[in-house]
């Protein structure tokens, strides 16, 4: 079975930083693409950033320049550094991988971490 398990959430002033991480364990053979997605209360959830094995990126508009997203592959972990938070940013972030394991190749999500940030 395979797991993924975000950390890193909480509250934080407007301009302040946080760093999501989010582990996958089991019996994994490999993992493509990994993301960060965050849904606010009333909206829908939306991709904020994405990155492949590869180590290329991709980030919604309203991100780019304030976040990073990173992997270590070996770890099996993937990292969200948010600087310059703003209230809007505000919501339950949520991990996703596609992960190839023992069981077959399948789409994963964490379970959720909140972000509030204060104004």
């Known amino acids: 079975q395979v797991q993924l398990v975000e950390s890193g959430g909480g509250l934080v002033q407007a301009g302040g930083s946080l760093r999501l991480s989010c582990a996958a364990s089991?019996?994994?053979?490999?993992?493509?693409?990994m993301g960060w997605y965050r849904q606010a209360p009333g909206k829908q959830r939306e991709l904020v950033a994405s990155?492949?094995?590869?180590?290329?990126?991709n980030y919604v508009d309203s991100v780019k320049d304030r976040f990073t997203i990173s992997r270590d592959n070996a770890k099996n972990t993937v990292y969200l550094q948010m600087n310059s938070l703003k209230p809007e940013d505000t919501a339950v972030y949520y991990c996703?991988?596609?992960?190839?394991?023992?069981?077959?190749?399948?789409?994963?999500w964490g379970q959720g971490t909140q972000v509030t940030v204060s104004s």
């Open positions: 089991g019996i994994i053979f490999s993992i493509n693409d």
């Open positions: 990155i492949t094995s590869g180590g290329s990126t």
């Open positions: 996703n991988a596609w992960v190839r394991a023992f069981v077959g190749g399948r789409n994963y």
